[in-house]
């Protein structure tokens, strides 16, 4: 079955614009999560995202948001980009019904900020 | 704070030997613990996971020890194959009845495996 699914792959913005990404899940996941990861930080949990509810949430500030529709296809939003968030963000996606850390992951969108 | 840590950025190891790749963590909260690995350009790929109950879990060439007292796991690959070489993350989740921790992974840094033919 097709796996997670981002778009865009690539992109490039300037700070202070705002950018769109997003992810569908693999079919019958409902759980969909987001990770930034940078070369300094590692990979760091953005939300999560079941039955287009946020679950759960990392710490980041509230320019990073995010949202579920009806199908579970996800998109997140970060408002006045800064040059530290160029980044790539992985969507992940998963049953979400039980929680033993399995997730499946999209191949990111890589965010470059100028 | 980082509550999940590989100390070692990269490991070489020749192929058919053991590739050995450690993780310490500070969380006792932690319930599971997984190891993904990454190919570049492509996002992590679970490789096999342990529960906190468990001490040893085994899936084919791969098995992973998890030492509670020490607030250490690690994965071991036997016998290693140049297929293997990519970067391997630790990471931790607290599977609590409530939910509130669905979908969050805590990452160590990652380990680079190399395994020369």
């Known amino acids: 079955k097709a796996g997670v699914t981002q778009t865009p792959r690539y992109l490039i913005k300037t700070r202070g614009q705002q950018v769109t990404l997003s992810c569908s899940p693999i079919?019958?996941?409902?759980?969909v999560s987001w990770y930034q990861q940078t070369p300094g930080q590692g990979l760091q949990f953005l939300f999560e995202?079941?039955?287009?509810?946020?679950?759960n949430k990392g710490n980041f500030p509230g320019r990073f948001s995010g949202r579920q529709f009806s199908n579970s296809r996800s998109e997140m939003n970060v408002s006045t980009l800064e040059l530290g968030d160029s980044a790539l963000y992985l969507c992940?996606?998963?049953?979400?019904?039980?929680?033993?850390?399995?997730?499946?992951f999209g191949e990111g969108s890589r965010l470059t900020v100028l | 704070d980082q509550q999940v840590k590989q100390n070692s950025p990269s490991l070489s190891v020749q192929e058919g030997r053991i590739s050995i790749l450690n993780c310490d963590y500070t969380?006792?909260?932690?319930?599971?613990f997984l190891w993904y690995k990454k190919y570049p350009a492509e996002g992590p790929t679970f490789l096999i996971s342990?529960?906190?109950?468990?001490d040893k879990n085994e899936d084919g060439r791969f098995t992973v020890f998890l030492n509670k007292s020490a607030k250490h796991l690690s994965l071991h690959i036997v016998p290693s194959q140049p297929g293997d070489s990519a970067v391997y993350f630790c990471?931790?989740?607290?599977?609590?009845?409530?939910?509130?921790?669905?979908?969050?992974?805590?990452f160590g840094q990652g380990t680079i495996l190399t395994v020369h033919p």
């Open positions: 969380n006792s909260m932690f319930d599971y």
């Open positions: 342990i529960s906190s109950i468990k």
């Open positions: 990471a931790a989740s607290v599977g609590d009845a409530g939910g509130t921790s669905y979908g969050k992974l805590t």
């Open positions: 995202y079941f039955s287009e509810t946020q679950r």
């Open positions: 992940a996606s998963s049953i979400g019904a039980v929680n033993t850390g399995e997730l499946f």
């Open positions: 079919s019958g996941h409902r759980s």
